[in-house]
């Protein structure tokens, strides 16, 4: 088969647990971002306006979504004879079937499907990052350096640095000493998670570990090369990165699309975000709605009033209805005059009319104080909400919920409402 330089492999089969309900169903990497992207449409194009044609994707937890949206990469210009995008899911062997028990393992349990393309460098990425960057500049450092194994790595304030995989280097950029998660941390270098491996190294170094108990990159592939004396660079990035892991971050991401001069920017003419898009009409917004700083899906229908949100395609908000400070995703349908602030509302869900959401206290949540905070209301896909009701802050709701559900007609702050299997 044709020769390939670098080929990548894609990281996609995180749960996303600290998503809560938005993940209930699917893999973090096929969650909507910015009204009409998925968060894997960022690394995957990031690959093909880095000019590596080649990608394999990792998949595993709840992968339906994300098939059908990567479906064989005609978006991203991935459908290829030789090279492409292919999905890599476990499979079951002769012997036992296996699950991916770490990043690393993932990547050992498809040594053939890299093998096949005999690349010279193997370029590591993980699928739930928000970010844009050339691939092919890091690999020039890659070469440059004459290193083994590149970490991409990023400042990060001190304060924040015992959060990271934490790199030490010498004044060559030589990666000299590592930390994960460290209490009193060396520097503030983050690693990124995003590697460059010449692939014979990369082929060792995970044949030597495979029987590693959850084998991953930052914990065993990176500290055995580093014994084994092979040379690790530091490659240094100082554009956007956002980790949209939890729902503050992933709120917050979002929200700072609408910022009148973005700091990620989705309109650039040379980097272009690509994504595989619905063909749907274009939006309407009535002549009695308002509309400001926010961004607007296509097939939108406007009746009421938005303010600062992210508004993904096919959703209708009706007359008098008032959203504010909102991600709501494709496909909603919010009934007359409800009013909602703060709210993270997942595709296909139904809300009726004159319900108000995050309102009261600031109580935090009972169940997931750690998942469900910062005042936001998390809403999870196909849930409906009856009308004339009342929910708090740092909620999570999901399923067919009716007035029964809500006593007195409201859900307190800090509560869960999470109905499962009754709406077949």
């Not at 994300?66 to 995008?85: A, E, F, K, S, Y």
């Not at 096949?116 to 970010?131: K, Q, R, W």
Request: with cysteine.
């Amino acid at each position: 088969m044709a020769k390939k330089e670098m080929i990548a492999m894609l990281l996609a089969g995180g749960q996303g647990s600290r998503l809560g309900v938005l993940t209930a169903s699917m893999a973090k990497p096929a969650v909507a971002f910015g009204g009409k992207y998925r968060i894997i449409d960022f690394p995957l194009s990031n690959c093909i306006n880095s000019g590596i044609d080649t990608v394999g994707v990792l998949t595993q937890y709840q992968p339906l979504r994300l098939n059908t949206h990567i479906g064989i990469g005609i978006p991203w210009d991935l459908d290829r004879n030789v090279g492409g995008v292919s999905i890599l899911p476990p499979y079951e062997k002769s012997t036992n079937s296996e699950w991916y028990t770490g990043t690393a393992n993932a990547v050992y349990q498809n040594l053939n499907y890299m093998d096949a393309f005999n690349p010279e460098y193997v370029l590591i990425l993980s699928g739930d990052h928000i970010y844009k960057m050339d691939y092919e500049v890091m690999l020039d450092f890659h070469k440059c350096q004459g290193a083994d194994v590149t970490i991409a790595t990023m400042p990060v304030p001190m304060e924040e640095a015992k959060r990271f995989g934490i790199i030490v280097t010498d004044e060559d950029k030589k990666v000299i000493d590592f930390q994960e998660k460290p209490e009193e941390p060396k520097s503030n270098l983050a690693s990124m998670g995003i590697y460059i491996f010449n692939w014979q190294v990369l082929k060792e170094a995970l044949i030597q570990m495979k029987d590693e108990k959850g084998c991953d990159f930052g914990k065993h592939i990176i500290p055995y090369c580093h014994s084994h004396g092979k040379k690790i660079a530091a490659y240094e990035y100082n554009g956007y990165w956002k980790d949209v892991g939890t729902l503050m971050s992933y709120w917050e991401a979002n929200m700072e699309l609408i910022d009148i001069v973005p700091e990620f920017n989705l309109y650039e003419e040379f980097w272009k975000i690509y994504t595989n898009a619905d063909i749907i009409p274009p939006q309407y917004i009535s002549s009695d709605s308002v509309v400001v700083r926010s961004i607007i899906g296509d097939g939108c229908e406007i009746y009421g009033e938005v303010y600062n949100c992210v508004i993904g395609s096919g959703v209708v908000i009706e007359e008098n209805a008032v959203i504010r400070d909102s991600i709501i995703m494709k496909d909603v349908v919010i009934g007359k005059g409800t009013i909602i602030d703060r709210g993270i509302i997942a595709e296909d869900v139904r809300i009726g009319e004159h319900v108000t959401i995050g309102i009261g206290s600031d109580t935090p949540n009972k169940a997931k104080p750690d998942v469900y905070n910062y005042n936001l209301i998390a809403i999870g896909e196909n849930t409906q909400i009856p009308d004339g009701v009342q929910i708090g802050k740092n909620t999570a709701i999901s399923g067919y919920t009716t007035l029964e559900d809500y006593p007195g007609g409201i859900l307190e702050s800090g509560e869960t409402l999470i109905k499962a299997g009754e709406q077949l």
